[in-house]
Nanobody, 120 residues
Framework: QVQLVESGGGLVQPGGSLRLSCAAS????????MGWYRQAPGKQRELVAA???????NYADSVKGRFTISRDNAKNTVYLQMNSLKPEDTAVYYC??????????????WGQGTLVTVSS
């Protein structure tokens, strides 16, 4: 019913930048909060950043000042600009959205994940 498609992951050197995108499509009535999570090997999935439909944001302490989350409500898309990347940022990054379908059903949706590798 609702799908999230991520793009923008890849290999980057320490100190470099990447921009992740996540587009929602399908039978959407509205999208409330959207966010990015990540999961490193052997670790639990953790919240990286989130943004409400009104633009309020929340960040993990480990990325504050380096990452910026934004969204384009007209395009049902959320972005994550990642600067000053560190090796410890290496993980699979997942997009998340709290949506209401056209049938007025609440759905929490996850993307398939995109790998970010920070290495020299």
């Amino acid at each position: 019913q609702v799908q999230l498609v991520e793009s923008g992951g890849g290999l980057v050197q320490p100190g470099g930048s990447l921009r992740l995108s996540c587009a929602a499509s399908g039978s959407i009535f509205s999208i409330n909060a959207m966010g990015w999570y990540r999961q490193a090997p052997g670790k639990q999935r953790e919240l990286v950043a989130a943004i409400t439909s009104g633009g309020s944001t929340n960040y993990a302490d480990s990325v504050k000042g380096r990452f910026t989350i934004s969204r384009d409500n007209a395009k049902n898309t959320v972005y994550l600009q990642m600067n000053s990347l560190k090796p410890e940022d290496t993980a699979v990054y997942y997009c998340n959205a709290h949506t209401v379908s056209a049938g007025l059903v609440y759905l929490e949706v996850w993307g398939q994940g995109t790998l970010v590798t920070v290495s020299s």
